[in-house]
């Protein structure tokens, strides 16, 4: 069979987040006249610098604590390829495929700015090794920021380190005989900008406000399927009652709830029975929207910090008056501040669930039968499941942890301030990953609800329709097979398409 060349991704600049996703996932970045045009201009800035000896942090000095050494021409070249070799001290495991490549897909976007002098070739280097999937191995641990990451990328550039390419380990010279480029030799300052700047923070963060509207959207699912088991009161979602909040978070995830819920004879069935309902059901649309409208927040963060040149030093001005802007470009503090922010309300979103999974298997409060398990008392059902979902729960509590207030004390008190931006986003990745399989284990119990509950009246016809999708794929369970296979059969389906709302 042969493969489908992968869809391509213009790149006139620098990119937007979507654009960074849509690599991540498989697009072959090209760049256009306009990218490659700013990339040689900031190259005649560095030549000129160069040329002039202008004092620049990592151009012609050393860097951390040995930012005063001078560093003569002759080596400048040795200085790149030794910080890359130093510099390439992660350890554990390697980043996931997507995760690679949206930290190079971001990386690529920190030099369209133009502001790095990186030469053209290393750019479109970085874009071939992504068109052909063959991704360096990036060690996930290890990193206050960047430059661990950042250095295991530039490896494969020198013909170093190791990568992965249609499942197999090659090394970093092989990798780019696959794409039919020679090794680099890296110039001045070239070494300092492969590893340098918040790509690794940004391409993450990225995935992170993509995953966290798709999981949103199937949290809005999996707690309107609930609701109706639990023969809850709907008219709270009522759009009259929602607008005393103003909230577009709120206002959009009532809509969602009121659409699932539509012509529900469950709930008709059960309109007044009780005044209020637990906080876990009638606070839905409160804290789902507050997630949904802290995203926007984040994505605004996120998109200010790809808009951002994070290289330091900088370059500006022009091949006549050429400018090195040297500060604090690289210390990504808005976005580790928003990734620390997106992780706590995704936790916060993952216990809502919990607890309505809790409702759904507790006999107490349900109605349903105990754990939803056949009869007969030799079936546990559910039960296990809901303790599943509060481990993770209380995984994600500590890994909510601010990883912002870390600080810590790098180079001889030189780096003396440390924002974490990369352990925020990476923590934040993993938080959602427990709140997928959270969401999981309840769009099962709820399916297990709708087939061993004793209604007396049938589902809405939009949560019927996904009830009935499910059941495509994953039976009713009679405690005849590993629960815990259901829940990854599930999660499959979940992340293989946004949440479906069939037409009824």
């Known amino acids: 069979m042969i493969e489908s060349p992968p869809a391509t991704q213009v790149l006139g600049g620098p990119a937007t987040w979507r654009e960074i996703v849509a690599i991540a996932r498989g697009a072959a970045p090209v760049l256009s006249a306009k990218a490659r ?39 400048r070249a040795s200085l790149s390829r030794k910080i890359v070799l130093s510099h390439a001290c992660g350890v554990g495991a390697p980043l996931p495929a997507e995760e690679t490549r949206a930290v190079m897909a971001a990386q690529i976007s920190n030099f369209l700015h133009g502001a790095s002098g990186i030469r053209i070739e290393l750019v479109e280097a970085l874009c071939a090794l992504l068109a052909a999937d063959c991704l360096p191995l990036i060690p996930s641990r290890g990193s206050v920021g960047y430059l661990s990451h950042s250095a295991a990328i530039a490896l494969v550039l020198i013909g170093a380190g190791s990568a992965r390419h249609r499942g197999e380990i090659i090394s970093g010279a092989e990798a780019m005989a696959r794409i039919g480029v020679t090794p ?13 700047g918040t790509p690794c923070a940004a391409g993450l963060a990225c995935l992170a406000l993509e995953r966290t509207a798709h999981w949103l959207d199937w949290a809005d699912a999996a707690a309107a399927m609930t609701y109706e088991n ?34 529900s004879p469950m709930l008709a069935s059960r309109a007044g029975a009780r005044t209020q309902d637990a906080l876990s059901l009638r606070t839905i649309p409160q804290v789902h929207g ?20 994070t290289d330091n030093p900088a370059l500006g001005g022009t091949p006549e008056a050429p400018q090195v802007l040297m500060g604090a470009q690289a210390v990504g503090v ?35 039968p105990a754990f939803l398990a056949a009869e007969g008392g030799d079936c546990s059902g559910f039960m296990i499941a809901q303790y599943t979902a509060a481990a993770l729960v209380a995984e994600n509590r500590r890994l909510a942890a601010p990883a912002s207030l ?19 986003a990476t923590k934040a990745l993993a938080i959602l990953d427990n709140c997928a399989h959270i969401l999981a284990i309840e769009c099962l119990s709820a399916a297990q609800a709708y087939d061993v509950g004793a209604h007396a009246a049938g589902p809405a016809p939009r949560t019927d329709a996904i009830r009935r999708q499910i059941r495509e794929v994953i ?10 296979a259901d829940f990854a059969a599930m999660l499959t389906v979940m992340q293989q398409a946004p949440c479906f709302v069939p037409a009824v």
Not at 40 to 57: H, K, T, W
Not at 184 to 196: D, I, P, Q, R, T
Not at 406 to 424: M, R, V, Y
């Open 475 to 484: 039976l009713t369970y009679d405690d005849d097979r590993p629960l815990g």
């Open 230 to 263: 639990l023969g809850s009161q709907s008219e709270v979602f009522r759009a009259e009652t929602l607008a005393l909040r103003p909230s577009p978070g709120i206002s959009r995830t009532g809509a969602a709830l009121r659409a699932y819920l539509a012509s």
């Open 290 to 309: 507050a997630v949904r409208d802290l995203l926007s927040t984040v994505e605004i963060a996120v998109a200010q910090e790809l808009a951002s040149v």
């Open 406 to 424: 870390d600080g810590g004390i790098t180079s001889a008190l030189q780096e003396d301030f440390l924002a974490h931006a990369t352990p925020a």
């Open 334 to 368: 808005a976005l580790a501040l928003a990734m620390d922010n997106l992780g706590t309300a995704v936790a916060d979103l993952a216990m809502m669930a919990e607890r309505r999974i809790d409702r759904l298997v507790n006999p107490l409060v349900s109605g349903l």
């Open 37 to 75: 045009a700013r990339l040689d201009s900031g190259r005649a800035l560095l030549d000129e610098i160069v040329r002039r000896n202008i004092p620049a942090y990592g151009i012609n000095t050393g860097i951390g604590a040995l930012c005063d050494t001078v560093v003569d021409g002759d080596k």
């Open 184 to 196: 680099f030799v890296l110039g001045a300052k070239e070494g300092l900008s492969l590893v340098n």
